[in-house]
């Protein structure tokens, strides 16, 4: 196990409802991320938080929203899901910086079914 | 502008066989390359990382991988495949100034038969 958890492991979620994803890390760094796993696809970067400010919206729809309250938690609120955004989502963080190229260390994912 | 190709989805090998995955990269720049791996139901797990030091890079496992710039490849080696290798390989880059952004192959998953 990494020193990133996420909660719940597992959501399964009507397209109306509300729900958030939680993300902590456990190893002092200062950038946080979410990505999102398809079936077949590459890994999509959503979100990037440095030093808790936004630097990075990858043209994530609006029913996604991201808060980093501190370094070490992030959360993903989701709100009027669909079909298609079933996926696994993973957080990760990093030392951060802009000029860094420093390894990203991976939380086990949040499997999300969106009926 | 980066980019990373894995060049076989699927490989399969016996156990105690040689493990070769494939991978080219683009990059305008140095770049920075990882290999990541991924178990059913898990998360990413770092096997190695290249940063411009040594040309050769031990992982974990066993693992190691060679950066040939003039090939623009990266590719991931391990002298005796064993059945808990079996998993999804992704071969990622990473470019100074990008704010740590990755980005990553399209993976490859690795089948070892006893």
């Known amino acids: 196990e990494t020193g990133v958890t996420q909660t719940p492991r597992h959501l399964v979620m009507g397209m109306t409802n509300k729900k958030s994803l939680k993300c902590e890390q456990h190893?002092?760094?200062?950038?946080m991320y979410w990505y999102k796993q398809s079936a077949k696809k590459p890994l999509e970067l959503m979100f990037v938080?440095?030093?808790?400010?936004?630097?990075e919206n990858n043209s994530v729809p609006s029913r996604f929203s991201p808060e980093c309250p501190n370094s070490s938690h992030l959360f993903l609120h989701l709100h009027t899901l669909q079909p298609e955004d079933s996926a696994l989502y993973l957080c990760?963080?990093?030392?951060?910086?802009?000029?860094?190229?420093?390894?990203?260390?991976f939380g086990p994912g949040t499997r999300l079914t969106v009926l | 502008a980066q980019s990373v190709t894995q060049l076989d989805s699927h490989v399969s090998v016996s156990e105690g066989t040689p493990v070769l995955l494939r991978c080219n990269y683009s990059?305008?720049?140095?770049?920075?390359l990882f290999w990541y791996v991924q178990h059913p139901n898990k998360g990413l797990q770092l096997l190695l990382k290249y940063t411009s030091a040594a040309t050769l890079v031990k992982g974990i496992n066993g693992f190691e991988a060679e950066f040939k710039k003039s090939e623009t490849s990266f590719h991931l080696t391990k002298p005796s495949a064993h059945m808990s290798d079996a998993a999804e390989y992704f071969c990622?880059?990473?470019?100074?100034?990008?704010?740590?952004?990755?980005?990553f192959g399209q993976g490859t998953e690795l089948s070892v038969k006893p």
């Open positions: 990622v880059v990473s470019e100074k100034g990008q704010g740590g952004k990755l980005i």
């Open positions: 990059s305008s720049y140095s770049p920075s």
């Open positions: 190893l002092g760094h200062n950038a």
């Open positions: 990760a963080s990093s030392q951060g910086g802009e000029t860094s190229t420093d390894t990203q260390y």
């Open positions: 938080y440095n030093f808790k400010e936004q630097t």
